[in-house]
C-alpha cells in the first residue's frame, strides 16, 4: 500500500520502518528535518507526504501537534481524496478524535477503522484489537496510560520503601515478579531501575501529557479519579526537578530525593 507516514518520533521511526520492511510503499515526514527512515522517500511537508497515497499515517506528540498535521498550513487535509483513510497512533483527546474524523469525513476520506488496514497493523504488530467506533481506541490508549502510571508508581514507591527500610532491591523483584504482584510494567522497567537507566523509553513529559488528557476525559463524563491526580502532582514536580525528558521512570529520582536513599542493583 502507499503510506504517508508522518512523525518519526521514538514510535514513529520504528512503525514507519517496519512498514517499508514489509513491502509497503512510504513517504515520511516529521516535524524536525533530518530524519530519515531507509527505504521510505522524504517530503518536506505533510500536504506533499499525503498527495496519491492510500492511507496516511500519524504518530505525533498531541492534540495540537495532530490538528496542526491535518489542517495547518501545508496541512494533509488539502491532500485529501476520496477513499483515503487517515489513521492516528497518537495518544490525543478522544473528543477531539472524533472532531477530527467529522472534518476529515467532509473530504470523503475515512479516520482510523478499515479492514484495508489489516496489513498495516499485522507489519507493526503482532495482535490487532478493535475497540469499536472513532474515539474508542483513543480511550483504550488513555485508559491503559492511566494503568502504567499507576503501576508503576506504585513500584517506585515500594522500592524507595524497601531502600528505607534496607531491604535489597535485587532481592525483592525477583519475590515480586513470583507473587500476584507482577506485572509487565514491573517486569519490563526493573532492569533499567536496577541499572540507573533512565534516558527515554517514553518521556515523562509525554507521560504527564497522558495524565492529563485521561483527566480531561474523566472530567469530561464526570468520573473522579483521585489516585491519578496524585500521581499528576509527582509528575509536576519531577518536571520542576528538571527530568522532563528522562524516561517516566524517573519519578523514581523525586521519591529518593525526598526519602534521602538510592535503589540500584548490584550491576549499577
Known sequence: MRVAFLGLGIMGQSMATNLVKAG????????????????????????????????????????????????????VESSLTEGMIVVDSSTISPSATRKFAERIAKKGAQYVDSERLKPLYAAMGKKIFRMGEV??????????????????????????????LGVDAEKLIPLVNASMVKSGVVEYKA??????????????RLMRKDIRLALDAAKEVRVKLPGLETVEEIYEMAIEDGHADLDYAATLLLLEKWAGVEVKGQAA
Open 24 to 75: 509497503h510503499e512510504v513517504t515520511a515526514w516529521n516535524r524536525t528535518p533530518g530524519k530519515q527512515v531507509e527505504g521510505a522517500r522524504v517530503a518536506s511537508s505533510p500536504a506533499e507526504a499525503a498527495q496519491g497515497v492510500e492511507v496516511v499515517w500519524m504518530a505525533v506528540s498531541d492534540t495540537a501537534a495532530v490538528e496542526s498535521v491535518l489542517f495547518g498550513s501545508d496541512g
Open 191 to 204: 532492569p533499567f531501575v536496577l541499572g540507573r537507566d533512565f534516558s527515554a523509553n517514553f518521556p515523562l
Open 135 to 164: 474515539g474508542k481506541g483513543q480511550s483504550a490508549k488513555l485508559v491503559m496510560n492511566l494503568q502504567i502510571a499507576l503501576i508503576y508508581e506504585g513500584f517506585a514507591e515500594a522500592l524507595t520503601l524497601a531502600a528505607k
